[in-house]
């Protein structure tokens, strides 16, 4: 299976239809969806006709897909997925940011070095110009990832939630990364701590 991203800890691959069931038990852990659906169960039907089609999604603009699922490079594991995503289809000139990973991943550091992989590849190979993330403003496991990052805060705001789910009263936060603003940071970092 061809790979789109390898770090020292992960590997970022396509999804396939092979990873129904590790996306069911991915979506079906309560604490993994608290900010998502509330936690609410999530049945196969679902990952087969709504889920798996978004990630298997070729975007155009990029060449290739805007999410990936992600593996410990050490054992094959699946842990979770990535999303890099062109917000339109036809222009990489801004992706939304996001993950999602088994409880058993949690605080490990994976999403961070899975995010900062990818921010990297597109400023430098894909002609990002911003990267954009939001969560739940109550959700501060998800807001540490984005700015260990590198996402500097841009804005509170709020949006009709389908069904009203526990801290959604709180509205929501949007994070942001521009290409300006990376490459700083980058010449900023003494030789050998830039980023890749």
Same mark, same amino acid.
């Given at each position: 299976? $061809? *790979?789109?991203? =390898?770090?020292? +800890?992960?590997?970022?691959? !396509?999804?396939?239809?092979? #990873?129904?069931?590790? /996306?069911?038990?991915?979506?079906?852990?309560?604490?993994?969806?608290?900010?998502?659906?509330?936690?609410? $169960? *999530?049945?196969? =039907?679902?990952? +087969?006709?709504?889920?798996? !089609?978004?990630?298997?999604? #070729?975007?155009?603009? /990029?060449?290739?897909?805007?999410?990936?699922?992600?593996?410990?490079?050490?054992?094959?594991?699946?842990?979770?997925?990535?999303?890099?995503?062109?917000?339109?289809?036809?222009?990489?000139?801004?992706?939304?940011?996001?993950?999602? /990973?088994?409880?058993?991943?949690?605080?490990?550091?994976?999403?961070?070095?899975?995010?900062?992989?990818?921010?990297?590849?597109?400023?430098?190979?894909?002609?990002?110009?911003?990267?954009?993330?939001?969560?739940?403003?109550?959700?501060?496991?998800?807001?540490?990832?984005?700015?260990?990052?590198?996402?500097?805060?841009?804005?509170?705001?709020?949006?009709?939630?389908?069904?009203?789910?526990?801290?959604?009263?709180?509205?929501?936060?949007?994070?942001?990364?521009?290409?300006?603003?990376?490459?700083?940071?980058?010449?900023?970092?003494?030789?050998?701590?830039?980023?890749?």
């Amino acid at each position: 299976m $061809p *790979v789109f991203l =390898e770090t020292e +800890r992960l590997v970022l691959r !396509p999804f396939t239809e092979a #990873d129904a069931e590790h /996306l069911f038990v991915l979506d079906n852990d309560p604490e993994v969806m608290r900010f998502i659906n509330g936690g609410k $169960p *999530v049945g196969r =039907e679902s990952i +087969r006709t709504l889920t798996l !089609p978004r990630l298997l999604h #070729d975007y155009p603009c /990029l060449g290739t897909r805007g999410y990936w699922a992600a593996e410990e490079k050490a054992t094959g594991t699946f842990l979770g997925w990535f999303e890099f995503r062109p917000l339109d289809q036809h222009s990489a000139a801004v992706v939304e940011l996001g993950y999602r /990973l088994n409880r058993a991943a949690w605080g490990e550091g994976h999403a961070t070095e899975g995010s900062r992989a990818l921010i990297d590849k597109g400023f430098t190979d894909l002609g990002v110009q911003r990267v954009t993330a939001n969560a739940m403003a109550v959700n501060t496991r998800s807001r540490r990832v984005m700015e260990r990052a590198g996402l500097s805060f841009l804005r509170n705001f709020t949006e009709d939630w389908p069904e009203r789910i526990e801290g959604s009263e709180h509205g929501e936060v949007e994070y942001e990364l521009t290409l300006a603003d990376w490459e700083k940071r980058r010449r900023r970092l003494p030789a050998g701590l830039a980023p890749r």
